[in-house]
């Protein structure tokens, strides 16, 4: 439910003005210590690009279609997604000559000048699951709840663009949603809001970081879920604290060995979930949807789209990745589209890979931690500010 009464926007963003007012003058904030956050771009050329010269663009051709149907009538894309129509999926020389006509790469640097990030994995997993509770499915994934606020604070306030609050109200204000742990103690309010069962809790929790998924029902029959919402609260990695701990070495703080984890402290479980307060919310997607819908409101393409953090890349983008396979290590150098973004997925070089569905991309996704390098292919006449 949106919050959209202005009085309601003042008085929210009445608050944080006041909070910062508070904090200004009393002890330096974090923020205010802290050095440059601004990420750095660097005008690059084509040949700075590890295998540009030998990439198979046509293998992401299929994602900037899909990118330029969200973008096509923006005014510095026209031009773009007109000329990609009149080229051939599959002529590869057409299409590099395409993105060297149309575009140009800017490395982009963290706040400190250093080059690398970290680059991850994440996939569309497959739950069993019922829509009924039973004794064998008794973890619920729930719609959002009609209680949610979101407040958009740009509404009202220009200098707050971007800027949303998510809660809920309790008499007069507007408080933090519930957290994961309170949630799911149970929530009255939340009783009839189930979209379905699934049998694992563990499952369940790595669904809600993925972000969409399948789940085959006890007839055999799949559905598809995708994001809806979430209660605001910031993402925390359980792997990180499982490591603080002590309970694993940080080599083993894969997704797998968190399942593992699991497995052999079932009833240390739910304290470590409750650690992460941030909660996802689902809606069922159509059965005739190709892949999981990212931010940007398209499909997405298996290994050729990655989730970025949007106030570095601009959503739809694309983006040359420098990094290595999760696998063996061996050099990934591809063209992939910004198309996705995710709660831990924060900072300037940072780019959360999309493997796509079955095990073979659970097994990529959840071992993937790389360090990897990124170029932005900004359209001609729509450079980044540089810093």
């Known amino acids: 439910m949106k919050l959209n009464k202005n ?11 006041a909070a910062c007012q508070a904090t200004q003058r009393g002890t330096p904030s974090a923020a205010e210590k802290a050095p440059r956050t601004t990420p750095i771009f660097i005008p690059g050329q084509w040949a700075m690009l590890p295998d540009w010269e030998t990439q198979d663009l046509s293998l992401s051709w299929p994602a900037l279609q899909q990118s330029c149907r969200a973008l096509k009538a923006r005014v510095q894309w026209q031009p773009v997604c007109v000329a990609a129509e009149q080229i051939a999926p599959g002529d590869i020389d057409a299409q590099r000559a395409f993105y060297e006509r149309w575009f140009t790469p800017y490395q982009v640097l963290n706040p400190d000048g250093s080059e690398q990030g970290l680059i991850t994995g994440y996939y569309e997993p497959l739950l069993l699951g019922s829509r009924r509770m039973s004794e064998r499915f008794r973890y619920p994934v729930y719609a959002a709840p009609d209680d949610l606020l979101e407040i958009d604070l740009g509404d009202v306030y220009p200098q707050f663009k971007g800027m949303r609050l998510r809660g809920r109200l309790q008499g007069k204000k507007v408080v933090a949603y519930h957290n994961r742990a309170e949630i799911d103690a149970g929530l009255p309010k939340l009783k009839g809001r189930e979209l379905f069962w699934v049998e694992n809790a563990v499952e369940l929790f790595f669904l809600q970081i993925q972000g969409s998924g399948r789940i085959e029902l006890e007839d055999g029959r799949r559905v598809k879920i995708g994001y809806a919402e ?3 609260h910031p993402y925390i990695s359980i792997g ?3 490591i603080e701990m002590g309970e694993l070495k940080p ?9 593992r984890w699991a497995e052999q402290n079932p009833e240390r479980l739910p304290m470590l979930l409750g650690q992460n307060p941030s909660y996802v919310f689902f809606r069922e997607l159509p059965e005739t949807l190709s892949a999981p819908l990212g931010a ?7 290994e050729y789209s990655i989730a970025v953090d949007p106030r570095t890349v601009p959503l739809g983008s694309p983006v040359f990745l420098s990094t290595t396979r999760p696998d063996n290590g061996a050099p990934l150098n591809r063209l992939m589209y910004a198309q996705d ?12 890979f999309f493997w796509g569905f079955g095990e073979y991309a659970a097994q990529q ?14 359209p001609s006449g729509s450079a980044p500010a540089l810093n």
Request: proline content about 2%; some cysteine.
């Open 230 to 232: 979430q209660n605001g």
């Open 251 to 259: 080599e083993e703080a894969s997704m797998q060995g968190i399942k």
């Open 296 to 302: 940007l409101g398209v499909p997405l393409t298996n």
């Open 7 to 17: 009085h309601c926007l003042l008085f929210v963003a009445t608050l944080l003005l």
């Open 365 to 378: 996704a959840g071992r993937m931690k790389q360090a990897g390098r990124m170029w932005v292919l900004f």
């Open 240 to 242: 990180k604290k499982l």
């Open 341 to 352: 973004t995710g709660g831990a997925i924060k900072g300037a070089v940072r780019a959360d």
